[in-house]
């Protein structure tokens, strides 16, 4: 890992890009702690990605094929051909500079080339020298420069250096969406093998094991059962989920992450917890070895990549021959299955409309997809007062809620989470509103850029976010941020420590099961990381509920 | 390519389209070819390739729909959505979409971000540049709708009314004898003042002049100089007249209708009389006419048909197909089960098929094989 600078040089940062030497005439540098590794090839050889090899981006020399050149411009005429969005954004741009000073790259790293409009221009610019007469005839001055190597390595580290948050698109007058740009612009690097470890390793192993950190089905089991040793502990009560049981009524589907790294851990025994508590209620489910991961890191791969693993969710459930499906907490999971799923593997025909066994409520917006948010759910659950909750178990929290930007700015899931974070908590406060909701900003580790070797970038990327919840820790002495990403969940303990170390992170259904009155429970003295309830700090030593350690996610 | 260059580049550029028509008018006397072949060239140029630029677009599909959503989605039934921001049907789509055509609700949202050392960041208002950017486009809407007293016998009444509002200021006396000035009609002010301060942003905001092509400024321009032109012929005929005795800028503006309904029911004629100016500005606007449809301009037919505001967030409850979707190879579970089988059976996971070794029969399910 490289070594981060101290967050007081970190700040140090100008806004103002150079005065007289113009952007392209402006050397890309791959930097430390700022790039992320190259792909390994056995991983791209394992899901049959081009030009596997051995590479590195800090090298001269990437190793291309000798006609990466045709690849690429013959991808971006097929693109261009293939999606209306990415050709209308090369086209009508005015430079307005709107989205400029929004992107938290650009706002805590200065680089100007990471303002959305900039990144795009990357692009744009090869676009108009290749499909454009006026940039064919007049070059520079139609703001047109020809696909160089330069050009190509300038792409790789810019468009490494987006998370696809959309944060920019809220603010463009015409909605043009960098992270499209940023997603085809990477579809288009992966034809010539040019990846990043961090991504083309979780593509294979979700391929091969169903989950991203290549969890085998019987660890994954074994993974949840310290789980349950830990909730008996708690709780006194021994829990039996299923695995790839056939006939139950929902498959549950959440970010593997959760089941391997803290404090994701604790989420996952939220869900455990609420599951059974709903299982003498009506609640049949069933969790799966085979989809054992709701994240989808083929999504910062290709489309086709992210098609391929997103299969496994239906074919499960078809397999199963469950009626419908439910998801855990997670960012990019849900963009995928809200604003993709259906199109590249449905219609899935052979469920059924998503009906709350507890309440009957009909969940009419998932009523093609067949699937349903665990926090819609949860939402619902409590409206109807089917849930018995002390939420004074959470009263050593005050709680700020970060919206991750996949289920704001790709869904709109916005006053769910509040709703059942302000039930199952006492002290809630948001954070200022430039900073939540559709215009949230992002962890500054989304879309593949969680590795340890860029976190320079990550720890810049996710100022903006640490600033704020700094704000309401200094103002209302905020100590918990609570999230319904799992990526969040990995990377912001680390921003966290950087920025502001008193503030600890949480998934939402941690709260929910900390709040939740199981039948039959002993009484509870910790909450689920072991920690003494608020009023049982002197209360013995219970025997820990220590949690398994897991490989940073 | 810097922005000093590219500053230069466009101004140039601009000159010279001035120079053109002022050389072949007033020194060749081409008053045919600069009133009548280019117009109808220009004419051309932007139907054509407005429909050239717009088909080109929609013959590229939208394969996912990937609204950009800024607010509550619709979920459950007691939670509000937002159904502007966060669009559920048609009805919601167009409402957001005339929100933005007509009022920029996007940039509205704008803010500027304030970078103080020691870790402060706050987000400033800045709404001026969506002040500038209505202004302008409002501005260039009135203007285009009043020529159209040039271009209609009889005018619409709509085109009076415009005026009438246009010239609520109207100063119809004279301020002293001998000087009368015109009515005076704002929009071309505001539109000036706009096209000014837009400018000057590129220059003064040190990511947008970073970020600025001559394709930026050379349309700024291109208006200042229509504009420009239009309001010397409109107001200063009358202070060179009271100044010099001699008036160079002042159109009859009977003879520029006689040409412009010439144009519209083609039958062309070149009426005496109208000066030189005339016919720059009458070129400038040609210009910008025929580079509409090749330019960022665009964007006044692209807003209507980007993905991200035209769509409804409705994925999960109506299915939208993509029309070139093809089928791609998966890891199925089959091949899984082949795969951890073993270790399945001895974590005690149910499995499709049992193994020869472990004859032991679990719970008998089927065998039934996913093919994708
Ligand atoms: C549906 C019609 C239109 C809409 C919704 C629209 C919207 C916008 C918006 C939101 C901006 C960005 C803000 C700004 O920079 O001013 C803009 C910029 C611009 N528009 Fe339009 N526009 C439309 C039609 C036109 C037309 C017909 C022209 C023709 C001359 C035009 C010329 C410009 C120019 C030159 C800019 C760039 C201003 C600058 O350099 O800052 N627009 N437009
Ligand atoms: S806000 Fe939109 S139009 Fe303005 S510079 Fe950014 S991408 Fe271009
Ligand atoms: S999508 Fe997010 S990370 Fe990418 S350019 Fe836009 S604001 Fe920056």
């Known amino acids: 890992m490289a070594d981060v600078p101290k967050p007081k040089e970190l700040v140090k940062i100008r806004h103002s890009p150079p005065f007289l030497t113009g952007w392209m005439n402006t050397p890309t540098e791959i930097k430390q702690g700022i790039a992320c590794y190259a792909g390994k090839p056995k991983n791209l050889e394992y899901v049959g990605l081009p030009n596997p090899r051995e590479w590195s981006p800090f090298d001269a020399d990437w190793k291309l094929p000798p006609n990466w050149k045709k690849i690429i411009l013959d991808g971006l005429r097929e693109r261009l051909e293939k999606f209306r969005s990415l050709k209308i954004f090369m086209d009508i741009c005015v430079r307005c500079g709107a989205c400029a000073d929004k992107c938290h790259f650009f706002i805590g790293g200065g680089d100007p080339k990471n303002m959305p409009v900039l990144r795009a221009e990357l692009l744009r610019s090869v676009y108009r020298k290749e499909y454009t007469t006026a940039g064919k005839i007049m070059g520079a001055f139609a703001g047109a420069r020809e696909l160089t190597e330069d050009v190509l390595k300038e792409w790789w580290s810019y468009f490494f250096q987006c998370t696809e948050c959309r944060r920019c698109s809220v603010f463009c007058p015409y909605g043009i969406d960098t992270a499209e740009i940023t997603i085809i612009g990477r579809e288009l690097l992966n034809l010539i093998g040019l990846n990043t470890d961090w991504i083309s390793a979780p593509v294979a192993n979700c391929y091969r094991t169903g989950n991203h950190l290549g969890i085998q089905p019987h660890a994954y089991k074994d993974m949840i059962d310290f789980f349950l040793d830990d909730i008996e502990d708690i709780t006194g009560i021994r829990l039996e989920p299923s695995f790839n049981r056939k006939g139950a009524e929902i498959l549950f589907i959440t970010p593997s992450g959760d089941v391997f790294a803290d404090p994701g851990t604790y989420t996952c025994m939220g869900y455990l917890m609420l599951f059974h508590y709903l299982e003498s209620m009506g609640l049949d489910i069933t969790w799966s070895t085979y989809a054992s991961e709701g994240g989808n890191f083929g999504y910062f791969t290709s489309h086709e990549m992210a098609k391929r693993l997103n299969a496994k969710m239906y074919a499960e459930a078809k397999r199963l021959g469950v009626r419908w499906i439910l998801g855990g907490e997670c960012g990019h999971m849900w963009r995928v299955v809200n604003q993709y799923m259906d199109t590249f593997n449905g219609p899935a025909d052979f469920l059924e409309e998503p009906v709350s066994p507890i309440t009957g409520t009909k969940f009419e917006n998932a009523k093609s997809t067949k699937m349903v948010h665990i926090i819609e759910f949860t939402a619902d659950l409590i409206k109807n007062n089917k849930l018995k909750l002390d939420p004074s178990r959470n009263d050593n929290l005050k709680i700020t809620f970060h919206d991750s930007c996949n289920p704001a700015r790709g869904m709109g899931l916005l006053d769910e989470p509040r709703y059942v974070i302000q039930n199952t908590c006492k002290y809630f406060y948001e954070m200022p509103e430039n900073t939540i909701r559709e215009q949230t900003f992002c962890c500054g580790s989304g879309a593949g850029l969680n590795a340890g070797e860029d976190m320079e970038l990550r720890m810049r990327g996710g100022m903006p976010r640490a600033n704020a919840v700094k704000y309401v820790h200094e103002k209302y002495d905020v100590n918990m941020l609570a999230t319904i990403c799992a990526i969040d969940r990995a990377v912001l303990p680390d921003l966290m420590k950087y920025w502001v170390p008193e503030v600890d992170v949480t998934g939402v259904h941690e709260l929910v099961a900390n709040a939740l009155i199981l039948e039959g429970e002993k009484k509870r003295t910790t909450d689920l990381r072991g920690e003494p309830l608020p009023g049982m700090e002197d209360m013995d030593e219970e025997e820990g509920a220590e949690q398994t350690e897991g490989a940073e996610a | ?372």
């Not at chain 2, 947008?208 to 321009?221: E, H, K, N, Q």
């Open chain 2, 1 to 372: 390519m810097n922005f000093i260059l590219g500053i230069l580049f466009s101004i140039v550029v601009v000159s010279i389209l001035v120079f053109i028509p002022w050389i072949g008018v007033w020194a060749w006397d081409l008053r045919f070819v600069f009133g009548v072949i280019v117009p109808y060239a220009a004419i051309a140029i932007f139907i054509m390739g407005i429909l050239y630029r717009v088909i080109g677009w929609a013959r590229s599909p939208v394969p996912f729909r990937i609204p950009t959503t800024a607010g509550q989605q619709k979920s459950l039934a007691w939670i509000k959505p937002n159904r502007i921001d966060n669009p559920s049907n048609a009805f919601g789509v167009i409402i957001r979409m005339a929100f933005e055509v007509l009022l920029f609700r996007s940039l509205f949202r704008n803010t500027s971000l304030e970078f103080r050392q020691g870790n402060r960041i706050t987000y400033e208002w800045e709404k001026w540049l969506w002040v500038a950017a209505l202004a302008f486009h409002y501005s260039f809407l009135v203007v285009v709708l009043r020529h159209l007293r040039f271009f209609t016998e009889p005018i619409p009444a709509f085109v009076h009314w415009i005026e009438n509002l246009d010239g609520f200021l109207e100063m119809g006396i004279a301020p002293f004898s001998g000087f009368s000035l015109p009515g005076i009609l704002i929009s071309g002010f505001v539109l000036l003042a706009a096209l000014t301060y837009l400018f000057l942003r590129r220059l003064y905001i040190s990511q947008t002049r970073y970020i600025s092509l001559p394709a930026d400024y050379f349309p700024l321009f291109l208006i200042i100089g229509i504009a420009t032109t239009g309001v010397l012929m409109r107001y200063m005929g009358a202070f060179m007249q009271f100044i010099f005795g001699a008036d160079w800028f002042s159109v009859p503006v009977v003879n520029v209708k006689e040409l412009a309904m010439g144009l519209v029911t083609f039958h062309p004629v070149i009426p005496e009389d109208i000066g030189t100016i005339f016919y720059i500005h009458l070129f400038l606007v040609s210009i910008l006419l025929a580079y509409f449809p090749f330019s960022k301009l665009m964007h006044m037919g692209g807003i209507f048909l980007s993905p991200t505001r035209n769509l409804s967030n409705n994925n999960r409850m109506v299915r939208h197909v993509n029309p070139w979707d093809y089928p791609v190879k998966t890891h199925t579970y089959e091949e899984y089960e082949d795969e951890f089988r073993e270790k399945m059976v001895e974590a005690g996971l149910p499995v499709e098929k049992i193994s020869e070794e472990s004859a032991e029969d679990k719970t008998g399910s089927s065998e039934e094989a996913e093919k994708e």
